[in-house]
């Protein structure tokens, strides 16, 4: 069963294709999974640390780190919370950051399922790219990826100096992108930042659902899906 639905806008269905010429892509829990990213990691770390090792299996470890990080969005880095857990652990900030940004880059993969669609979508003329908030890391998890050189455009907020959900970023992928904002689509997972953005600049939007209930107070995306790949028959592919 398909769980591409309508949900609310009235702009499309199930088994209707949208007429669009271009799609731009959130990058995390949109075309790359960070949570499977960020277990990967943690079990790196838990192989590098005796004190860990010591202490824990290497599962339990592997969940006790993924809660300190609460999904990227924890009040201080992770590995604050590692260092209080294990004393013995004595890397400084420095180290940890440096360690970080040169090893969860390459814990990131594409899956075959993302890979095939953007095969299609390419076969099928559509173009597509990224926009997506954060530092240089960004760049570094989409080289590791493979999807750099496929893009037909990445946009990463610290680059360009504004962040989604403002309009210019939008603005700037669409033109990168050579498609107007009424003939492109949006995909996305945060309803904050991908679909009011996108939605204020006048292109469609597909939220990525993973589980979740949309917010009250976000507008509404044109299309719920559950995962990206689901986006296949909204596009014809
Ligand atoms: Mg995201």
């Given at each position: 069963?398909?769980?591409?639905?309508?949900?609310?806008?009235?702009?499309?269905?199930?088994?209707?294709?949208l007429?669009?010429?271009?799609?731009?892509f959130?990058?995390?829990?949109?075309?790359?999974?960070?949570?499977?990213?960020?277990?990967?990691?943690?079990?790196?770390?838990?192989?590098?640390?005796?004190?860990?090792?010591?202490?824990?299996?290497?599962?339990?470890?592997v969940?006790?780190?993924?809660?300190?990080?609460?999904?990227?969005?924890?009040?201080k880095?992770?590995?604050?919370y590692v260092?209080?857990?294990?004393?013995?652990i004595?890397?400084?900030?420095?180290?940890?950051?440096?360690?970080?940004?040169?090893?969860?880059?390459?814990c990131?993969?594409?899956?075959?399922?993302?890979?095939?669609?953007?095969?299609?979508m390419?076969?099928a003329?559509?173009q597509?790219?990224?926009?997506?908030?954060?530092?240089?890391?960004?760049?570094?998890?989409?080289?590791?990826?493979?999807?750099?050189?496929?893009?037909?455009?990445?946009?990463?907020?610290?680059?360009?100096?504004?962040?989604?959900?403002?309009?210019?970023?939008?603005?700037d992928?669409?033109?990168?992108?050579?498609?107007?904002?009424?003939?492109?689509?949006f995909?996305?997972?945060?309803?904050?930042?991908?679909?009011?953005?996108?939605?204020?600049?006048?292109?469609?939007?597909?939220?990525?659902?993973m589980?979740?209930?949309?917010?009250?107070?976000?507008?509404?995306?044109?299309?719920?899906?559950?995962?990206?790949?689901?986006?296949?028959?909204?596009?014809?592919?």
């Open positions: 069963m398909s769980s591409l639905y309508l949900s609310g806008r009235g702009s499309g269905g199930v088994g209707r294709t007429k669009i010429s271009g799609v731009l959130d990058l995390d829990d949109t075309l790359i999974d960070r949570g499977s990213a960020f277990r990967r990691l943690a079990g790196k770390l838990y192989d590098a640390e005796p004190a860990i090792r010591n202490s824990h299996t290497r599962n339990e470890a969940r006790l780190i993924e809660e300190f990080d609460k999904g990227g969005y924890s009040a880095p992770y590995w604050w260092r209080e857990r294990w004393p013995e004595k890397r400084s900030d420095p180290e940890f950051t440096t360690w970080h940004e040169v090893t969860f880059p390459w990131f993969e594409a899956s075959q399922g993302v890979l095939r669609l953007l095969d299609d390419d076969r003329n559509l597509w790219g990224i926009i997506t908030n954060g530092g240089p890391i960004q760049r570094r998890k989409i080289a590791a990826c493979g999807l750099g050189d496929r893009a037909r455009c990445v946009v990463v907020s610290s680059e360009v100096g504004i962040a989604k959900p403002d309009s210019v970023i939008f603005e992928g669409l033109k990168r992108l050579g498609v107007s904002a009424s003939s492109a689509l995909a996305g997972d945060n309803p904050y930042t991908d679909i009011a953005g996108a939605h204020a600049v006048g292109m469609k939007t597909a939220w990525v659902r589980g979740r209930d949309y917010p009250q107070d976000a507008p509404r995306p044109d299309y719920t899906i559950e995962r990206v790949t689901d986006l296949r028959p909204l596009l014809g592919l």
